[in-house]
């Protein structure tokens, strides 16, 4: 059953899982920094790169799919129990990411099965948000009140192919490690012939 008054609270919980998630990601550095001591700062700070590297990538991935999630839930005007499992479940994938990423920070560097579990958990959370949209798709009462197509849809499903793909690379190639991940810089190039291709049929 769907209801009104759910969804501000769906949302506002949702807002505020992630804000937990993504500022969990920085505690390893703040330990990294507080074993410091009288050490030479320069030196330190130069030994953390590859920790930084993992720790801002993670950051904009946690913000990106916040920012997919946002964008989404800004064209319904109700949930029902369904999306709310979907979003459940999308949390869940949220609130995981620092998992992987303290494990990729402790290995010194993205490498083995840690980046893999990585990049697992972000085509989980793009499987779930295309779920929900094609759900939605099919129960339109949900969407708010002038809204016919979904933003963001064929993006979706070009971002899960990726995903997979970039997987599998990661698997056979391992010493490519999360730079399989920059197969998602090409998603824009395929977003317009499929939109073109799909007005064809």
């Not at 979706?156 to 399989?180: D, E, H, K, R, T």
Request: zero cysteines; a neutral charge.
């Amino acid at each position: 059953m769907a209801t009104n008054r759910g969804f501000d609270r769906v949302v506002n919980f949702s807002d505020a899982v992630v804000a937990i998630a993504i500022t969990i990601l920085v505690l390893p550095l703040v330990d990294e920094a507080s074993s410091i001591g009288h050490g030479n700062v320069n030196h330190f700070l130069m030994g953390i790169g590859p920790q930084v590297y993992v720790f801002v990538l993670s950051f904009a991935v946690i913000a990106y799919y916040w920012f997919l999630h946002h964008t989404f839930f800004e064209q319904l005007q109700q949930v029902d129990r369904r999306i709310m499992l979907l979003n459940t479940l999308w949390l869940f994938g949220i609130v995981f990411i620092p998992f992987p990423t303290a494990l990729i920070v402790d290995s010194n560097g993205p490498a083995g099965w840690a980046t893999l579990i990585y990049m697992m958990s972000m085509l989980f959370l793009a499987i779930i948000q295309l779920a929900m949209k094609m759900y939605v798709l099919k129960h339109k009462d949900l969407l708010a009140e002038g809204t016919i197509a979904i933003r963001g849809y064929i993006g979706s499903q070009i971002i899960v192919i990726l995903l997979f793909i970039a997987v599998i690379i990661a698997a056979v190639f391992p010493n490519i490690g999360l730079w399989a991940l920059t197969l998602l810089w090409a998603t824009p190039l395929f977003v317009a012939p499929v939109k073109k291709l799909q007005r064809s049929h």
